[in-house]
Every structure is written in structure tokens, then in C-alpha cells.
């Protein structure tokens, strides 16, 4: 029998996946999709500015289409 190889573990810094939208209220938010950040802001460049350097990777960002509600701390909804 030929020997397994585990799946390479991905590091504890691999980046996160942000979802960015306008909130009802006219901000924009960018919030963390495993509920770990987010961000409230004036215009999209920051939201989007934030998520990307809070992300770590390029693909960190995902429009909206939808209001995006903050979570204000309670995770995921």
C-alpha cells in the first residue's frame, strides 16, 4: 500500500472572507463572515480598504447586492 499524505494544514494567519454592503442606515459595512471583525464606514473605498488589509489575501472582498446589517459584536447572523 503507497504511504497518505495529510492535507497541508493552512496557516493560523491564512485571511478571512468579508462581506461588504450598505447598511440601511447609509453606512457602509464590512463584516467578517466567521464573525471575528467588522468595520462601519462613511463611503465603500474604506470598507473595501478595510476588508482587504483585514482579509489578508486579495480575494478578501465580496460586494453585496443586499443590506448589509453589522453584527455589532453578536456574530454571524
Known sequence: MGQSTPFPRQPET?????LVGRWREGF???????GSAEGIFRDKKEAIR???SEGGHPNAVMLSPNAVEPSF???VR
Do not use: I, T
Request: net charge neutral; no cysteine; charged share 20%.
Open 14 to 18: 491564512a485571511g478571512h472572507l468579508f
Open 28 to 34: 457602509w459595512v464590512a463584516r467578517d463572515l466567521e
Open 50 to 52: 478595510f476588508a482587504m
Open 73 to 75: 459584536g453578536r456574530g
